[in-house]
């Protein structure tokens, strides 16, 4: 159901849901799907690894069901929980059916994943497993080696059909060696110039091929200086957006001074880039050639 004839067939539907992959990440996303083993993407911020979980669902028709992860989340947010105010009502009422069953039971994205319809078992995002805490992650091996889960009232509960899991890290922490060995590991990068003029195209349609050029040049020059924090894909189509709205075709500099915050989020790269920078950024963008421009895919 969830699974794809070749790589290049995965491809092209993850392009149908306007998600440009390339060889390395299809590869190890097609593996994932065929070994049943969950997937952990890394990478710098804003390079694709929460929209691929996202894509994959929708080109398979699953349903998406994600877990934020975050410092403090624990079993009751992430698997389930007693609904606290219907057992009391039941006290209340003298009811029979025992306190600490199903029907008491708030089911959390884990939980939900499991119970997922075994014709159209769900994609499962993690998303940013960093922000957990160490007892968490452990919590999570048995799940991810299994796909089970034990709850103390209730017992052992097993996927009927394993989902295909994607976990994501910013990598603000490593994550523990255990964790790993259960899942496939890819980074991301930053893509090249033409993968990003593609998805600029393919995200962008509306915005013309040579204004999503210049901005993605730009982009790619950008990312070669030291700055604090190098914009993310999705910053690079917040840009060139920006452009667009403000009724331009090209980029010119007093334009790209006064959006850079659309691109930068810290002020010490925007004052550092801001001026001459700009200017000679945007000279550098113009100079290449215009089949820097063809998308590799
Ligand atoms: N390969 C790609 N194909 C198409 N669009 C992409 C691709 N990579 C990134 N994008 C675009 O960039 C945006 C940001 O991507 P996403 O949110 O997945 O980044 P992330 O790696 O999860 O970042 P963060 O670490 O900040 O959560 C997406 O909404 C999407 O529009
Ligand atoms: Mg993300």
Redesign the pocket.
Known sequence: MNGFDSIAEMRQA?AGQ?????EG?ATVAFLALRLRRPLL?E??????????A??LAAATGAPLIRLQCYEGIDVHQALYDWDYPRQLLQLRAGGSAPLYSEEFMLRRPLLEALASDPARPAVLLI??LDRADDEFEAFLLEFLSDFQVTIPELGVIKAAAPPTVII?S?RTRDLHEALKRRCLYHW?DH?DLA?EVA?AR??LPHISERLTTQVCSFVHELRFLDLYRSP???E??DWAEAFHVLGRQQMDASTADRTLGTLLKERDDIERIRGKPVEALIDRANGVPKDGASGDH
């Open positions: 993850l306007r998600y440009l992959a390339d990440l993407v990478g710098e911020p804003g390079v694709g690894k929460t929209e691929l996202k894509a998303d940013e994501t910013n991301i893509p993968r998805i393919a995200r993310g894909v999705g690079t189509l």
